[in-house]
């Protein structure tokens, strides 16, 4: 097992979630002690985890998960993610990692780059910046503070995957999300089948 320090709950709070659809749900909000990063990462609780909860680490998007851009599929994930996971019972991280741990004004920068034809790995490089600077550390410390080291992940990333087993976390299934494309996120979609090797229909992102 790795050698990180254990972490605590902080508070957890019954919240009741209301989205822009309709589709309404009650979870629990967890917050934590001695997060390795620092950051104010929250465990969204969604229905009874069981003993193989279905679990997604959700990145923070301001842009998609707030304002609703289409430049990415943030903000339909994540509204997909908690109805799915409340169904089966489980968890959604939600972490601080705006714009794959570069943070906003970066992001708006790369974005920026992208208008100039640059795909979003590319522009993150051209501004000096790691294609994805996220790390999972945090996250397994978050699952093993529920008492959840067995898991199913909902997630198209398969670095999410390695990295929670690197931190001694069972990753049984990695499940798909559904594909959200956009006129304005296919070239960020194909980027992350052909950069990063996310499991999303190709052929579908090619067509039309």
């Known amino acids: 097992m790795p050698d990180f320090p254990a972490v605590t709950p902080r508070a957890r709070v019954r919240v009741p979630l209301r989205f822009h659809d309709g589709y309404s749900v ?14 104010e990462h929250v465990a969204v609780v969604l229905g009874d985890p069981g003993p193989r909860p279905l679990v997604r680490l959700h990145s923070e998007c ?13 903000g339909p994930q994540l509204r997909e993610a908690v109805e799915r996971i409340a169904a089966r019972g489980g968890v ?14 970066n992001k708006l920068d790369a974005y920026a780059l992208q208008d100039q034809g640059l795909d979003t790995y590319e522009a993150n490089a051209a501004l000096g910046l790691p294609e994805d600077a996220r790390d999972y550390t945090a996250a397994a410390q978050m699952l093993r503070a529920l008492s959840i080291t067995d898991l199913d992940l909902l997630s198209n990333n398969p670095d999410k995957a390695d990295q929670l ?33 996310h499991t999303l229909p190709l052929a579908e992102l090619n067509a039309g």
């Open 26 to 39: 009650d979870a629990d909000l967890v917050t934590f002690h001695g997060l390795t990063d620092g950051q």
């Open 92 to 105: 959604l991280l939600y972490l601080r990692q705006e714009g794959r741990g570069i943070g906003l004004y």
């Open 62 to 74: 301001l842009t998609g998960d707030v304002f609703g851009s289409a430049r990415c599929d943030c």
């Open 165 to 197: 087993r690197g931190l001694g976390i069972t990753v049984h299934d990695r499940v798909p999300t559904g594909v959200f494309r956009t006129a304005h996120n296919v070239r960020y979609l194909r980027a992350k089948v052909l950069q990063t090797q």
